[in-house]
């Protein structure tokens, strides 16, 4: 029996301790991957809060076919994704970047780098963005990324592969808003 078995049979008991080990296991991976899809930290905690609650509401309904941790990036992936849907809506003033950074400051040009790398993410398809992050970001593996999106292994080579080449030729040509 594997451990994500034990844990989902004593959390569905309302074993507190459980909870906890569960928790503590998929917490800073589920929050490294929110902060891929959010920029702000409190949001990505949110999100990640927001999973585990949502994992642990439905647990008496789960039933264990695999890894949780798959489960797990589904509901965070999800949440993400209509996170960032519900931002765009709210635009972001030139002036608020400004105050907050110096123009010569090597933090400066650092959150230049990851922006715009972000925002040519952003201009990828979902389904490309979401294989790059799990791949590169997560360090997961492509077999697991076919399960968590619940597509073929090839197609998740194809998306792979489509996205490397899309993101080289946003970031040559500087094509990102």
């Not at 399960?147 to 040509?173: H, T």
Request: charged letters at 30%; aromatic letters at 12%.
């Amino acid at each position: 029996m594997d451990a994500d078995f034990l844990f989902i049979r004593k959390i569905k008991q309302g074993d507190e301790t459980a909870f906890d080990g569960f928790v503590r296991k998929y917490y800073p991976e589920i929050l490294a991957y929110c902060k891929y899809h959010c920029a702000d930290q409190r949001d990505a905690e949110d999100l990640t809060q927001e999973t585990f609650i949502r994992f642990f509401k439905h647990a008496a309904s789960y039933h264990h076919r695999g890894k949780a941790k798959n489960y797990l990036y589904t509901i965070a992936g999800n949440l993400c994704r209509d996170f960032y849907r519900k931002k765009r809506e709210i635009p972001l003033e030139d002036t608020e970047l400004n105050s907050v950074f110096s123009p010569d400051s090597e933090e400066t040009e650092h959150v230049i780098d990851k922006l715009t790398v972000d925002q040519a993410l952003q201009q990828l398809p979902e389904a490309f963005r979401e294989v790059i992050i799990l791949y590169y970001f997560q360090e997961l593996k492509m077999t697991e990324i076919a399960d968590i999106l619940n597509v073929g292994l090839p197609l998740v080579k194809y998306r792979l592969r489509q996205a490397k080449i899309r993101l080289e030729q946003l970031l040559r040509k500087g094509g990102y808003p």
